[in-house]
């Protein structure tokens, strides 16, 4: 197939830009695919394109499906100019867009409020208008979670797909007029050669002042408040007040918006917590290496599938998660009465703990301490996670399953949905008015 694939892609931080670029390693080997991006790709980026290219090439020499990898971030704000106009193959990566959406709408130097309040109606017809106006005013905060803002997406495509079935089956209830698939996501197993693949040998403890007797707890992936960074600190602090082992390991961005050094001071002496920033993907296997325990924790949630909690479990390491609903048919344990909380798929070890957001960070605290102390539960507990990864989250799988979606996709026809105008329309006004006075047709050219 010839494929048009609009997607985050390196250099860009973005998690789904890691998985774009590995997915297309397969992908690429059975197909043409080509990328269009949100900037204009270095010269040397064979097969990325500008999203401003799209149009053109498609017209010269049309796409047999175009795939959108979209999720609740500003990395995405450029395709909402081509889902519609050119629908195709949906991967979403979060249950809600309304954060994103409503920012790029709302947020710019010339607001685009009525577009935003058109769409928020047209997601969500039963909403109390005044919930558009809120948002729109700056006062958005839980309301993004109530109010998804996904259903014109998801019956707009041809076929939309998440990378959890539980999540598929919650939104194809919600939105009978969508076709919605599941395929489990896939990351590829970390180097077991520590210095990664960037050829220099990265010894991280040294790097970061750990001692070489230090538990490392590791959390992945940007910095901000829903990683629950602030209630792992104050756990930690204090775990560690009992044992002086602990130190913790902070491997991504700082976000803008959270203040993680102020939170260090407030709840742990500062040379147990160590930023190391981003760090390039060469390096992130000997990251791992250096991690005992990894803080996988989420909330609130988009019901996204994270990526960094799969290459932890990859690593074979033990990880923490939080009790969410859409995770229940993974084998996870309680932290207050080592109970495994459910059986999952199959009658297997537990492959991670499993922190109760009620009971949050008692059951922190528990978890650390014990983990902290005790290196065979650590040990049993990354068996089981690499386990669960082989079975289930291998790279290779998903490609083979993205073959599927492809099939099923380019078998559906384009839905007929209501659309807001403003989202249907060609948007080619100005050039008609700059044209006129020639006596110019008009820029039928634009759109096959």
């Not at 500008?50 to 796409?63: E, G, I, L, M």
């Not at 947020?107 to 769409?119: F, G, H, V």
């Not at 194809?172 to 076709?179: E, F, G, I, R, V």
């Not at 050094?261 to 993907?281: K, N």
Request: one cysteine or more.
């Amino acid at each position: 197939m010839r494929i048009a694939w609009f997607s985050p892609y390196p250099p860009s931080t973005s998690g789904i830009a890691a998985y774009s670029a590995e997915l297309l390693l397969l992908l690429r080997a059975r197909h043409t695919i080509d990328v269009f991006l949100d900037h204009a790709p270095q010269l040397e980026e064979r097969g990325n394109w500008s999203a401003h290219d799209f149009v053109w090439k498609h017209r010269r020499a049309p796409y047999d499906l175009t795939v959108y990898q979209l999720g609740n971030a500003s990395c995405h704000d450029y395709m909402w100019a081509y889902l519609f106009r050119y629908p195709g193959l949906v991967i979403l990566h979060d249950a809600q867009l309304h954060q994103a959406r409503a920012l790029w709408l709302t947020k710019r130097w010339k607001p685009r409020t009525a577009d935003y309040l058109a769409e928020f109606q047209a997601n969500h017809p039963t909403a109390p208008p005044s919930v558009g106006l809120l948002v729109a005013a700056g006062l958005g905060g839980s309301l993004y979670h109530h109010w998804p803002l996904v259903k014109l997406v998801l019956e707009a495509a041809r076929l939309s797909a998440v990378h959890n079935r539980r999540v598929m089956l919650d939104l194809s209830h919600q939105y009978p007029n969508a076709a919605i698939d599941a395929i489990e996501m896939g990351v590829q197993s970390p180097s077991s050669d520590p210095a990664g693949r960037g050829g220099q040998t990265v010894d991280v403890r040294a790097r970061h002042g750990i001692p070489a007797d230090a538990v490392v707890i590791a959390a992945f992936g940007g910095i901000t408040r829903e990683k629950r960074i602030p209630e792992l600190l104050a756990a930690v602090g204090s775990v560690a007040a009992a044992d002086s082992r602990v130190h913790v390991l902070l491997v991504g961005a700082e976000a803008t918006h959270y203040d993680v050094r102020g939170d260090i001071r407030a709840h742990v002496r500062e040379d147990r917590v160590h930023l190391a920033g981003f760090v390039p993907d060469a390096d992130l296997p000997a990251y791992l290496a250096a991690s005992d325990v990894c803080s996988c924790l989420r909330w609130p949630t988009n019901r996204e599938t994270s990526a960094s909690w799969l290459r932890c479990l990859s690593a074979a390491k033990a990880t923490i998660v939080s009790d969410l609903t859409h995770l229940t048919d993974v084998p996870t344990v309680d932290p207050r009465d080592w109970r495994v909380l459910a059986a999952g798929l199959d009658d297997g070890e537990p492959v991670a703990v499993s922190i109760d957001l009620l009971d949050e960070q008692h059951s922190l605290r528990l978890a650390l301490a014990r983990l902290t102390a005790e290196p065979l539960l650590r040990r049993r507990l990354g068996r089981a996670a690499r386990a669960w990864w082989e079975a289930h989250h291998r790279l290779e799988p998903m490609a083979e399953a993205y073959e599927r979606l492809f099939t099923r996709a380019t078998a559906l026809n384009p839905p007929t949905s209501r659309l807001p105008p403003h989202l249907v329309a060609d948007v080619t006004a100005t050039t008609r008015a700059l044209l006129a006075p020639f006596g110019l047709e008009e820029p039928r050219f634009l759109f096959p």
